[in-house]
């Protein structure tokens, strides 16, 4: 991936939200997510992002999936943010996440064993961007 499609962004405001309970997907896949509701007009075009997420009075690099997850259900939208680096209970917390870089689109995977190793994938772009952006290092 070279640095153009990383840094394709479309810039936005950061959104804000409550985090809910979700079906604990990105538990059982080994990258938990804080999960917020949107409506679509209200985040970027649907993809995989580095983000950063603001909770509590603390900033974390995050890697966040939004959109309808066509892998599993393709659902209502929903912002699935990994806090990278995190241990703890996010539930009933307002999260605010600001988009930082674009890393793809949505997309179907041929395996759910592919799909993790695409969001390890993710993860450690994500880490890149916000380290390269002197966000965190």
Known sequence: ????????VIPSSPVMGQVLHGQKVGRRLGFPTA?????EADG????????LARVGGHCYAASASWGRRP???????????HLLDFEGDLYGCDLEVE????LRGEQIFSSTDALI???AIDVRT???ILSNIGAFM
């Open 71 to 81: 892998h599993f259900d393709n659902g209502r939208p929903l912002l699935e943010v």
């Open 126 to 128: 994500t880490r890149s």
């Open 1 to 8: 991936m070279n640095n153009r499609q990383v840094l394709d």
């Open 117 to 119: 190793e695409q969001i």
């Open 35 to 39: 999960n917020l509701s949107l409506a």
């Open 44 to 51: 970027p075009p649907f993809g995989v992002y580095a983000v």
């Open 99 to 102: 988009f930082v870089a674009r």
